[in-house]
């Protein structure tokens, strides 16, 4: 199925937890930011931006995390192994042109740019970036997928 | 990657490594993941590996 943007974020819910999805919309560089020194990833214009939230939370909040990426291009900070405050963050980020949702990984412990923690009832779910929008691959039974808010002006390609 | 909002966090591991680049346009020396790595400067992809 392909989702088309139209300037909105795609909401994906099973229950409480959810996927905000948003295209990055132009070029840019996304660093990460570790203790052992900086890496930046190029983010193409129709790579995806994703923020979960496997426990639920507020979209409000994904849509925020999502612009801090994508218009403010906020680098991604990492905490030392078993740092704890880990335990009380309740988004997470992923950035590529393909990114799958998986239940089965420890949160924050896998660097690969296609995966991202989510809840069982969104597991096997892969978004692929497509031109102005999105498809989607393997929506679990249950799941809803919705256009969310506003995204905000586009950024310049 | 993968990184948790609020400040985001990710544990980095070893297994991503970038390779060194050098900005064309404003020097800039980075590690660049990804096929077309952009200076994280200038936001230019003119870049080649160092």
Request: net charge negative.
């Given at each position: 199925?392909i989702?088309?943007?139209?300037?909105?974020?795609?909401?994906?819910?099973?229950?409480?937890?959810?996927?905000?999805?948003?295209?990055?919309?132009?070029?840019?560089?996304?660093?990460?930011?570790?203790?052992?020194?900086?890496?930046?990833?190029?983010?193409?214009?129709?790579?995806?931006?994703?923020?979960?939230?496997?426990?639920?939370?507020?979209?409000?909040?994904?849509?925020?995390?999502?612009?801090?990426?994508?218009?403010?291009?906020?680098?991604?900070?990492?905490?030392?192994?078993?740092?704890?405050?880990?335990?009380?963050?309740?988004?997470?980020?992923?950035?590529?042109?393909?990114?799958?949702?998986?239940?089965?990984?420890?949160?924050?412990?896998?660097?690969?740019?296609?995966?991202?923690?989510?809840?069982?009832?969104?597991?096997?779910?892969?978004?692929?970036?497509?031109?102005g929008?999105?498809?989607?691959?393997?929506?679990?039974?249950?799941?809803?997928?919705?256009?969310?808010?506003?995204?905000?002006?586009?950024?310049?390609? | 990657?993968?990184?948790?909002?609020?400040?985001?966090?990710?544990?980095?591991?070893?297994?991503?490594?970038?390779?060194?680049?050098?900005?064309?346009?404003?020097?800039e020396?980075?590690?660049g993941?990804?096929?077309?790595?952009?200076?994280?400067?200038?936001?230019s992809?003119?870049?080649?590996?160092?």
């Amino acid at each position: 199925m392909i989702h088309s943007f139209n300037g909105k974020f795609l909401l994906i819910r099973q229950g409480a937890a959810f996927l905000l999805v948003a295209g990055a919309g132009h070029r840019f560089s996304l660093c990460i930011e570790s203790p052992s020194g900086e890496c930046c990833q190029g983010i193409e214009p129709d790579d995806l931006l994703v923020v979960s939230a496997p426990e639920g939370g507020e979209p409000e909040a994904a849509v925020m995390l999502i612009e801090l990426l994508r218009r403010f291009h906020t680098p991604l900070l990492v905490l030392p192994k078993d740092h704890p405050g880990s335990r009380r963050l309740r988004y997470v980020v992923s950035a590529g042109p393909v990114i799958r949702a998986d239940c089965s990984i420890r949160r924050g412990t896998h660097p690969e740019q296609h995966l991202i923690c989510a809840s069982a009832g969104l597991t096997g779910i892969s978004l692929c970036g497509v031109p102005g929008g999105c498809e989607i691959r393997d929506l679990p039974t249950g799941a809803i997928a919705e256009e969310y808010g506003a995204a905000g002006p586009e950024p310049e390609r | 990657m993968c990184s948790v909002g609020g400040p985001m966090d990710i544990e980095f591991s070893e297994r991503v490594k970038g390779k060194d680049y050098k900005c064309k346009d404003c020097g800039e020396k980075f590690k660049g993941l990804g096929k077309k790595p952009v200076c994280p400067s200038c936001q230019s992809d003119n870049v080649a590996e160092a």
